[in-house]
């Protein structure tokens, strides 16, 4: 027996009604989509940390969560696994012409501009009403992914910058907005929603210049994450070895340390 046939039938036995997982009987597609999701976290954050044993066991969590959405849909008459597998082998064959036929692509540009015309027949092949340019960018990307796609999808018809120096103008003007926006608050009172929009117009403001600089946004910014982390952890340890905590620290002193831990010498 295969490895993948072993665990199509572990999955089938974890839904089985009669003996199987009480857990797993319980859930549905709309349960189960934010643990895939986390799953997919997990494997950009074992790549993120160069760890392939741990990137090893996240592809497999992954690939089980691809195999128990498959399940409930064969459970429900829609398809099963190897209509998945099947259905992805085709798709690559057809968009990847240049390799498995004898279509002409130059670079890998040419070969992004070819995938997305694939795409859009495709949509149009079903019968799809949505003929816009950012069709089918899917609304559950985490938001600074979803909003480099829109971004990069309003590009190509033409609708961006020329350059990063564009896009970075724009963030000055949103960020001038925002303090405007701050200043009225604070005179009149707080308007939360306008708040939120001036703070959303800048962090779409920032997607596009990490977009024209050729840096993934989501990526970048868990990087920093990251970075953070580390970096205020060894403000406590430099607290604790003294016996205090950050609660018993003041902000002056915090900051002072913050710089220590950040400086070349401290990393």
Known sequence: ???????????????????????DLR??????????????????????????TDLKDE??????????????AEEAGAFGYDDVVTGIC?????RHPHVFADADIADAEEQTRAWEAHKQQERAAKGGADDSALADVPRGLPALARAQKLGRRAARTGF????????????????????AEMDEA??????????E?????????????CRHLGVDAEGALRRANTKFESRFRAVEARLAAEGRTPLESNLEEMDQLWNEVKSPRSE
């Open 27 to 52: 859930q549905d597609f709309r349960s189960i989509a934010p643990y895939t999701v986390e799953e997919a976290f997990e494997v950009a954050d074992a790549i993120e940390r160069a760890d392939l």
């Open 90 to 94: 085709e798709k690559m064959t057809r």
């Open 160 to 179: 961006d910058w020329p350059d990063a120096n564009g896009a970075t103008a724009k963030l000055d003007e949103e960020l001038a907005e925002l303090r």
């Open 197 to 209: 929009d001036e703070v959303g117009d800048l962090l779409f403001s920032v997607v596009n210049v």
């Open 1 to 23: 027996m295969s490895d993948t046939r072993r665990l199509l039938d572990i999955m089938a036995r974890l839904r089985d009604p009669d003996g199987g997982c009480p857990w």
């Open 59 to 72: 592809l497999g969590d992954l690939l089980f969560q691809v195999v128990f959405h498959a399940r409930m």
């Open 186 to 195: 604070e005179r009149v009172g707080g308007n939360r929603e306008a708040l």
